[in-house]
């Protein structure tokens, strides 16, 4: 669902100093969206960190062929929502001349999604909701840093934050 940090966790991954030998590396927003020409300029301008005029979507997708072409690169495709394989066999067509060893991250609120492109039950990450001590711990952290707070405060403002929370770390 919404809010779980799978936005969070994957931009963690994508700025880590392990991946920081998959280059190029490219972070494209997807949403209810799925315009393959959309996303594939998206990435295109992510790669080559400026816009570009390019209208055709062969010509875009020829661009990313030319950028990727045996080199280990770093997709992450962000909030997917469309189950259309078609549309993700298109997009996806340019990368298939990568480095064997390339990387495409997908977050979706929606498992089939996950299988939808090809994934196996051995590659997707289900997040969970976080207990009802994480919530808290997490809440301490952000909004009282290192002030101790009495007791009898926290005890009444822990069960109305985790009440709130309900296991999402962002609410």
């Known amino acids: 669902g919404g809010g779980v940090g799978k936005t ?3 931009r963690e991954v994508f ?5 920081r030998d998959f280059n190029p590396r490219a972070w494209v927003c997807i949403s209810d969206d799925f315009d393959v020409m959309r996303i594939s300029m998206a990435i295109l301008e992510s790669i080559n960190g400026c816009g570009s005029d390019l209208r055709n979507l062969n010509e875009v997708q020829n661009q990313l062929r030319e950028k990727v072409a ?5 997709l992450v495709l962000d909030d ?4 259309d394989y078609s549309k993700w ?3 996806r067509s340019p990368f298939m001349v ?4 390339s990387k495409i ?3 979706t609120r929606h498992e089939r999604v996950a299988l939808r492109m090809g994934c196996s039950t051995g590659c997707t990450y289900k997040l969970k909701l976080l207990s009802d001590d994480e919530c808290w711990s997490l809440f301490e952290k952000h909004a009282f840093g290192n002030v101790v707070v009495g007791a009898d405060a926290s005890e009444s403002i822990r069960e109305k934050v985790i009440g709130k929370c309900k296991g999402l770390p962002s609410t």
């Open 8 to 10: 969070t966790l994957a």
């Open 15 to 19: 700025n880590a100093t392990a991946v």
């Open 70 to 74: 045996g080199k280990k690169f770093l």
């Open 80 to 83: 997917v929502w469309s189950e």
């Open 89 to 91: 066999e298109l997009l």
């Open 98 to 101: 990568g480095d064997p060893r």
């Open 105 to 107: 991250i997908v977050t």
